[in-house]
């Protein structure tokens, strides 16, 4: 069976009734999780950046408080995880902005933790590639935004 092409998806969504939009938007929330937290997001917090950027900022300070460090293979899966959680929210905004502030918050958190990065190799990648990855948006943004982000790059 072969999927529809987002075009003819959105031309079909708008044959249907504001009903029949809603039983499908609910029969989607059920399925996944990740499909209720994006319908969650765009209802309820895709209003309010700034509150969404600090929830997210506290998540992920919860996470990193739960950071195991008496072990770097330990250490590295919790990492990965609040990264995969950060990606997660990046991907519900859609806004380069909003991916900008949460990954340099990230590494921030990442450089301020108690683990030795040098000592190991895949968090010391881990922690690279984070940081390449916020100097190419950070080169897409507009020239006032980059500017802005300037200084918080300077301190990875």
Do not use: W
């Not at 209802?43 to 969404?52: C, H, I, M, T």
């Not at 739960?66 to 250490?75: H, I, K, P, R």
């Not at 450089?111 to 940081?131: E, G, T, W």
Request: include cysteine; charged fraction near 30%; proline fraction near 1%.
């Amino acid at each position: 069976m072969e999927t529809a092409p987002l075009s003819e998806i959105k031309k079909e969504l708008k044959l249907l009734t504001p009903q029949q939009l809603q039983e499908i938007i609910a029969r989607l929330a059920r399925f996944k999780k990740e499909n209720k937290e994006l319908i969650n997001y765009l209802l309820f917090e895709a209003f309010n950046q700034k509150l969404f950027v600090k929830n997210v900022k506290d998540e992920i300070d919860e996470q990193f408080c739960n950071l195991n460090t008496s072990s770097y293979f330990l250490a590295k899966k919790t990492l990965r995880k609040t990264l995969r959680t950060t990606n997660k929210y990046i991907r519900f905004s859609g806004s380069k902005e909003v991916e900008m502030e949460l990954l340099i918050y990230f590494c921030l958190k990442m450089k301020s933790s108690s683990l030795r990065m040098n000592s190991n190799r895949v968090v010391l990648n881990l922690y690279q590639n984070q940081v390449k990855r916020i100097k190419k948006i950070n080169s897409s943004l507009h020239e006032d935004l980059q500017s802005d982000f300037e200084e918080e790059i300077k301190k990875l």
